[in-house]
């Protein structure tokens, strides 16, 4: 990663970093990501291949892994981590267009909003639906699929249960 002199900017190469993202000091942007309309707060980390859309918020000191996709409505404050291939949702019924066959656009849906309190941790391939509030230091296991609330310091899962051979 470099940085623009002239604004001390993260300028990633081989990225897409839109001028009205806003960068707090000291924020480390991985290649090959996509960036647009956001707010990244100090020291906070963007691994490779994530978006972050208009309109999110990432706090202090922050880990986005890898291949995550944080989109329009998500607040993430300080000091949460991320994990690899976690993917937000901010619509509860998508469809591709309206009634009358013709192609949704923004007007046509409203953002459900989605809060990460501090120092939570989602563990990696996660999803986490529209609308919950996952609450301060809880943790979100590994693959799990988020449909509510998670209470503050809760530790949660879904899935099959995992097994290991002896």
Known sequence: MST???SDRPNPEFSRVAANVKFGKGVRVHAFVNLYGCEIGD????????EIQKNAKIGNRCKIS???FICEGV????ECFIGHNVAFINDRFPKAANADGSVQTEADWTVVPTRVKRRASIGSGAVIL???TIGEGALVGAGSVVTKDVPPFAVVSSGPSASCAT
């Open 43 to 50: 020291g906070s980390q963007i691994g490779t291949f994530v």
């Open 4 to 6: 623009d002199a002239a």
């Open 66 to 68: 890898t291949h995550t």
């Open 75 to 78: 607040i993430i404050e300080d």
């Open 130 to 132: 529209c609308g919950v």
